[in-house]
């Protein structure tokens, strides 16, 4: 195709649960306990209202970010997160293809939509939104957040913020590094119990 215009490109957000105190999961997150201790606490916003234990799928504001996450095209997931979560058997949501930055791909890769990029965030983001199209890409992971805020990759950020105070754990923005990075509020929806906020990233 020649003089057409590039097709739409979706954005990358990154998307996780906060305490108030600023952490993603309490102490000693690891497979067995992936948010660490009292950390489920985090995803309780997926409960809210929800009867039905297969769709995970809460009620009322938190719903309608549920659902905004589940319409994402393509998933990037730090290293750590995805082998905590026992890789999701090759499947986040939909089958949709799953990126994910290293410097130690495994020898063996069962899961054919399971990408793992070593030449760096900013590739790895660039496949991530390749195959995502139009549609957004999803983000996980605190350290992998922060790779993609250096490099400026980054396009927003969905949090869920939680009224609880951790205390101890993992902090998302932990030993960022102080340049200078500016967000814009652009979202604020507040469910039971859950203040979900929406940032775009200046770049
Ligand atoms: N509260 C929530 O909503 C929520 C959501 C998701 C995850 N979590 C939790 O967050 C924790 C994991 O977060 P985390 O910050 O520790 O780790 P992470 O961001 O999930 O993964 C970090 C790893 O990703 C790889 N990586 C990231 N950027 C890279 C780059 N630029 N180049 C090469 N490799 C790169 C590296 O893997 P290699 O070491 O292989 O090189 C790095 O060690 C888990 O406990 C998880 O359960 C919480």
């Known amino acids: 195709m020649t003089g057409g215009k590039e097709p739409p490109m979706g954005k990358i957000v990154l998307d996780m649960s906060m305490s108030l105190d600023g952490f993603i999961t309490g102490p000693e997150d690891d497979e067995s306990n992936g948010l660490g201790v009292d950390g489920e ?87 991530a939104k390749a195959a995502a199209g139009d549609r957004d890409v999803m983000l996980h992971g605190a350290y992998t957040a922060q790779e993609a805020l250096k490099a400026g990759v980054l396009d927003g950020i969905e949090l869920q913020l939680r009224p609880v105070l951790l205390g101890q754990g993992r902090r998302l923005f932990d030993g960022l590094s102080p340049e ?23 770049h």
């Open 41 to 127: 606490r985090l995803h309780a916003w997926l409960a809210e209202g929800n009867d039905d234990p297969q769709t995970y799928r809460p009620s009322g504001p938190s719903g309608d970010i549920f659902d905004e996450l589940m319409a994402t095209g393509a998933v990037l997931v730090g290293r750590r997160t995805f082998d905590i979560a026992g890789r999701w058997n090759g499947d986040h949501h939909d089958g949709v293809p799953i990126f994910v930055p290293t410097h130690r791909p495994p020898a063996d890769n069962p899961f054919e939509r399971v990408h793992y990029v070593t030449e760096g965030i900013a590739e790895c983001v660039r496949q």
């Open 180 to 202: 200078h990075i500016e967000l814009e509020l652009v979202r604020t929806l507040e469910a039971q119990g859950t203040l979900h906020l929406r940032y775009d990233v200046r």
